[in-house]
Every structure is written in structure tokens, then in C-alpha cells.
């Protein structure tokens, strides 16, 4: 009878025993299992960091790239009015020039007319 509950309290004892190294088991797997999922959403933070970071870097040289080409779209507008406003101060010199041959023209016809007035 003796050796039935020794048999019995050594079945208990290995029972224990494996539930302890059962659940101990669980508990490290839980825990490899929580720092795998760790480590996962840390690289996705800091892929998400990183895709941030270049879209931000993307917008910023997008703007640079539009603030030059306004830039140079203002400079050229400048130019143009510039050789517009050049170009009628030509036009004006010229229409000027010619208005004062003409009148020029008048007057020595004029001249002449008077001229040979005078010797007629």
C-alpha cells in the first residue's frame, strides 16, 4: 500500500512537474512570440520614419524645383517687358526721326519754292 501512494505522489510529483515546464515553456514562447511582434513594429515604425523623411525631403525639392521656375518665369517676364519697352522707344525714335524728315522735306520744299520765287 505504501509503494501504491508512493507510486501515486511520484505521478503527482511528475504531473507538477510538467505543468510547471509546460506553462514555463508557454511563457517563453509568449515572450519570444511578444518580442518578435516588438521587433516587427519597430521596423515598421522606422520604415514608416524613413518613407515620411523621403516624402517630406520629395516635397521640399518639389517646392525648390517650383520656386526656381517661378523665379525664372518672373525673370523672363522682366526681360520681355524689358525688350517691349525698348522696342517702343525704337518705334518712338524711329516715328519721331521720320516725322522730322518729313517736316524737313516740307520746309525745303518751301525753301525752294521760295527760292525760285525770288529769281523768278
Known sequence: MQAVKQKMLQDKASRDQQ????QKRKRVEQKQQ??????YISRLKAEMEQE????AEKRK???EYLQKILEENERQKA???EHERRQRDEDAKAQDEYLNMLAKQEQDK???MKEREKRA
Open 34 to 39: 511578444m518580442d518578435s511582434e516588438k521587433e
Open 61 to 63: 525639392q518639389e517646392r
Open 52 to 55: 515620411r523623411m523621403l516624402q
Open 19 to 22: 505543468l510547471k515546464d509546460e
Open 110 to 112: 518751301v525753301n525752294e
Open 79 to 81: 526681360r520681355q517687358k
